[in-house]
């Protein structure tokens, strides 16, 4: 029989009314270890939740990969590639690659009888993966995309809308410069979408490929580039450096160059500034573990010198110090055991009201997300509630060496 586990059960289990100092302890201690791990997965799940969100939405906008002429990338200049079949075949087969789309950019304005504004228009085809659009739709449809006739159709986001003060189905003037003159075009609004991602909803629109390579005055089979989507975006640098092998400083029929780049380093900012939620997360768990071991700290220490007289007995008949300190360390895992609980309660609770009510809102032009995002990570959170436990247990093994001073002779009369 394990006595320091025994002994340890009963004392947690011991409702002597004369420990009126350990109880208030017992339940603080519990209390800090509760709340902490609360904070702890709430905070671990918003983040993961919010990170992924706006990484999504950006990749929704850009693909994980570009491929497009050198000089187009890097100067964010008008120049056309080559995307034809042989081309877009062997970017599909490179390994990690799930989806491979064209498309090219014009710049232009948007015009209405009361105001205009300057857009880009992103022209996709019949391979353009529309689900990511699809799923903010907030007004409209998308329309079916070609690179062989226009359609004349136009989907716009809905800051647009609501400036040029247009809605779905309205016809509205685009006009485009290019070769010394003017090009006009009478489109009709298919669509409203919403991202809430400012940088892309201001002025982004969409439309056929076959319109927008036209306007450029490019060949049928150049494009601005291609967007590459990948299985795993953990494979992003490995499907990168594969990309480079297979296309990168290669010339087109055009004597144009082939280049490819990450999302990560066409938007840098954004990905940076994700990035340093990782070391709030890591703020907010050591302080919160710091909390929760001070308060088991002290709720221990408390125990201790209360239990005085009873660990004077245990050393009077032959308990070591060992034994002793292993008794009240079980006692301690066991108010760590209740506090997770209490605080995987409390945490996945909250995560689950949030995720399915979304009662917390949050101002979409400031955090491009409308409420708080949640992800629940299993993985994370079983991390988290081991390294709580170990963590507590730790920092209390040097406040347990306090059992050592203790005199059987003298603390046999302690009251």
């Not at 011991?14 to 902490?36: E, H, L, N, Q, Y």
């Not at 991202?195 to 601005?224: I, M, R």
């Not at 079980?330 to 995720?355: D, E, T, Y």
Request: proline share 3%.
């Amino acid at each position: 029989m394990n006595l320091p586990l025994f002994i340890a059960r009963h004392i947690y289990h011991d409702d002597d009314d004369r420990r009126k100092v350990s109880r208030p302890a017992i339940r603080i201690a519990t209390a800090g270890v509760a709340i902490g791990l609360a904070v702890m997965i709430v905070s671990v799940c918003v983040v993961l939740g919010f990170k992924h969100t706006i990484r999504d939405k950006v990749i929704g906008f850009g693909s994980h990969i570009i491929v497009g002429d050198y000089m187009a990338l890097q100067h964010e200049a008008p120049y056309p590639i080559c995307m034809d079949d042989s081309m877009m075949q062997l970017l599909g087969h490179i390994d990690g690659v799930k989806h491979v789309q064209r498309y090219a950019l014009k710049q232009g304005i948007l015009k209405t009888d009361q105001d205009f504004l300057g857009v880009t228009l992103k022209g996709v085809g019949p391979e353009f993966d529309s689900t990511f659009i699809a799923s903010n739709m907030v007004e409209g449809e998308l329309p079916s995309f070609s690179d062989k006739k226009s359609s004349n159709k136009i989907v716009i986001s809905k800051i647009i809308a609501d400036k040029l003060q247009v809605r779905a189905g309205d016809r509205i003037f685009a006009y485009f410069m290019g070769d010394n003159n003017v090009r006009t075009r009478r489109l009709t609004i298919s669509g409203v979408y919403r991202t809430d991602l400012k940088h892309f909803d201001e002025n982004t629109c969409f439309a056929d490929l076959y319109t927008v390579v036209k306007l450029n005055g490019w060949q049928p089979d150049q494009a601005s580039g291609a967007e590459i989507t990948i299985r795993d975006y953990h494979l992003l640098d490995k499907v990168d450096l594969a990309m480079n092998d297979a296309v990168d400083r290669k010339e087109d029929p055009y004597g144009a160059t082939y280049s490819s780049l990450t999302i990560q380093d066409a938007y840098p900012q954004i990905f940076a500034w994700l990035d340093l939620l990782d070391l709030d997360v890591w703020i907010i768990l050591a302080l919160m573990v710091a909390v929760a071991g001070f308060t088991m700290i002290s709720g221990l220490l408390i125990i201790i010198i209360e239990r005085t007289s009873m660990i004077g007995t245990l050393k009077a008949m032959g308990a070591k110090n060992k034994t002793i300190r292993h008794t009240f360390l079980w006692f301690a895992v066991f108010i760590i055991a209740k506090g997770m609980a209490i605080g995987n309660l409390l945490g996945l609770g909250i995560c689950l009201i949030q995720r399915l009510t979304g009662v917390v809102k949050l101002d979409a032009e400031t955090y491009y997300v409308d409420v708080v995002p949640i992800e629940i990570s299993i993985p994370a959170i079983v991390l988290i509630n081991i390294g709580t436990l170990l963590i507590s247990v730790i920092v209390l093994i040097a406040p347990s060496y306090l059992i050592s001073h203790i005199q059987p002779a003298k603390s046999m009369k302690y009251e």
